[in-house]
């Protein structure tokens, strides 16, 4: 192909792929994301890993992530979740926890608590959210 032809192709290219870049990010839209998106009623469990302690409670879960990002160190390369403050014992010893599905049961813990499992399996009764939503799903419920 001659150098001529190829000019106006390169440029009917670029301008295609700067038109698929500008509909991606249009349809994306903006700031719909990030910490401020949610909503200040969400709560999360938390449980105090201080065996003086091991409060258990809910919390804001848009706090709980203001509080982990104020104490992340950007230059470090960490592979755990820091810790937050305590309220009952007021140690950094607080960590995110789940609560047992199972009403009878009710146990709050800490992910992954059941080694070689579902992170949600709880260690008290054995109940997984995970495990029973996929019998609905294989069962062909929702």
């Known amino acids: 192909m ?3 032809r190829k000019k106006p192709i390169m440029i009917g290219v670029i301008v295609v792929c700067l038109g698929v870049a500008a509909a991606v990010t249009l349809m994306r839209g ?3 994301g990030g910490i401020d998106a949610i909503s200040d009623d969400e709560m999360t469990w938390v449980k105090c890993s201080n065996p ?3 409060a258990e409670y809910e919390m804001s879960l848009k706090q709980y992530f ?3 990002n104020e104490r992340l160190n950007p230059t470090a390369m960490a592979r755990s979740t820091p810790p937050l403050t305590c309220k009952k014992c007021g140690k950094d010893s ?3 926890a789940e609560k047992c599905a199972n009403p009878s049961c009710g146990a709050v813990f800490f992910r992954d608590s059941v080694p ?3 992170p949600d399996r709880c260690p008290e009764c054995g109940q997984s959210k995970t495990e029973e939503s996929r019998r609905k799903r294989m069962a062909g419920g929702q």
């Open 30 to 32: 903006s700031g719909g």
């Open 66 to 68: 203001k509080g982990i």
């Open 52 to 54: 003086a302690c091991k």
């Open 94 to 96: 607080l960590f995110r």
């Open 116 to 118: 070689n499992d579902l």
């Open 2 to 4: 001659e150098d001529s």
